[in-house]
């Protein structure tokens, strides 16, 4: 379809659509927009050809790519500085163990059970190596644990999780030339040059209708996400950890995010996530059912088997049984720019990256409906355990730790 | 479970969402609280989407918190005004899960909620909020429709 204008009138009416969709069924947006994205290439595609919806395009994939840019930017600037200066031992080794059991699990199962390519498997292990950090994020809330140690300690590993996917998709499938090093370096002067220049920088020229703040932060991301691609890397790398570097300063200013977040949600992620469904294959899906069943069961068990006595190593005896079950969950955005990543890049087929997408989907909603169909309320089965494993006074220590 | 005496309900819960439904809950809370003098506390939920997901999480809160902040301050002024001890609250998470936990942790006698239809779907991911409440609350629930 060569109209621009009908072409983007279509991909806003269908971003519409998800989110009317997601209003009305109180799900994630991103959840919404990936499905309406893959029915509506079924459909647009039987009806009129399968180019008709443009996801090739270019303007297209310029306006996806940047919402994963910035999206993975927000994310990384959520977090709290403060975690990793106490609790980052127990927050390196958990994180690490959350992304290295699933990363080399997976991996494995892809390789030696559905015999994909080395690289797919790599590529398998990394998509479904992510943990998400919203969904653990939701439970500490819910009980008050995001102000305690605890929380925070797992708060920090799931960030140390996706910090490894991120680290591992930038760098497992870069060529490893002269450019991979330059990006490295050119990355590390500008990661530590960036938080004291940033806030001196939007001190004096800030705060205007200009909104200088916006253009400074998306030069940041695309001049290292050029970097990262001329590397032959992934942008989402330096896009996460300029957010990281930056939650001290950018992720506190809560005027700025909340401009950055109705840029993202309101144009780019929309984008993002419907042409992510839009390359998913209903059947390639229906055709080979066991690959999911495969991938998921991997993705779950490896998560239990190494991060069980990890948390139980730093004494997390009371409330391990909660939190290394959120691990489990998948992060959408980190799980499905992963598997597009690789079919960029043509590191997997078509056929695997819907597999890759269904089992992100499922390892995302899954937890959660178990969660809330069996768990809830989740405060009683935590003070249960809590009883359970000291007696009934270990109540009131929990009863204590609930601020919210 | 609360210190109800003599059949007296002096501490009551009413979970508010900003609907119809919850603004009559809140009516019947509050004349209740009047007539019995009792202390009421009026609790709003800021429920994240299923399943949570990065950077919209916290715009969720964030958003919901800066809602509920105005609704319950008018309805906090409200009650002074009519002389009703009132206390209000926002949690996070989901709604019925919220509400049984701040029964149980400020010993409340009454919970009060307002029902109302939600899809088919959004039941089975969420589940009603109403049926939580009355399947799991510590305490007598007024459902009011």
Known sequence: MENVWVLAAIWVGLALIATLLAIWLKISTALTEIVVGTVAQLVIGALAGSASLGAKSEWISFLAGTGAIVLTFLAGAELDPAIFRTKWKEAGVVGLVGFFAPFLGCGALAHYVLHWSTRASLLAGVALSTTSVAVVYAVMLELGFNTTDFGKGILAACFVNDLGTVIALGLIFAPFTMRTLIFVVVGVVVFAVLPFLTPRFFKKYGGRVSELEAKYLLLALFAMGGLAAWAGSEAVLPAYIIGMVLAGTVGKDHVLVRRLRTLTFGLLTPFYFIRAGSFVSVPALIAAPLVFVALFGAKSLTKIVGLFPTVKAFKYQAQEGIYYTLMMSTGLTFGTISALFGLNHNIISGAQYSHLVATVIASAVIPTMIANEFFLPKHLLYLQRVEADFGKTGATSAEAAEGD | ?145
Do not use: W
Not at chain 2, 8 to 19: A, C, E, K, T
Not at chain 2, 47 to 67: I, K, N
Not at chain 2, 133 to 138: D, E, F, H, I, S
């Open chain 2, 1 to 145: 479970m609360g210190n109800r005496q003599n059949g007296r309900f002096h501490n009551i819960l009413v979970g508010y969402d900003g609907s119809q439904e919850a603004e009559k809950a809140v009516e019947v809370g509050l004349a209740m609280a009047s007539t019995l003098d009792s202390k009421i506390k009026v609790l709003a939920v800021a429920q994240p989407s299923e399943p949570p997901t990065a950077v919209e999480l916290q715009a969720v809160v964030d958003d919901a918190r800066e809602h509920y902040d105005n609704a319950l301050r008018r309805i906090a002024n409200s009650a002074r005004e009519n002389g009703i001890r009132i206390e209000t609250a926002i949690a996070v998470g989901h709604p019925a899960e919220q509400i049984i936990r701040q029964a149980e942790q400020g010993h409340v006698d009454l919970i009060i909620v307002g029902r109302r239809g939600i899809s088919t779907f959004a039941k089975i991911i969420i589940g009603s909020v109403s049926e939580r409440v009355l399947r799991y609350a510590p305490c007598p629930v007024l459902v009011t429709r």
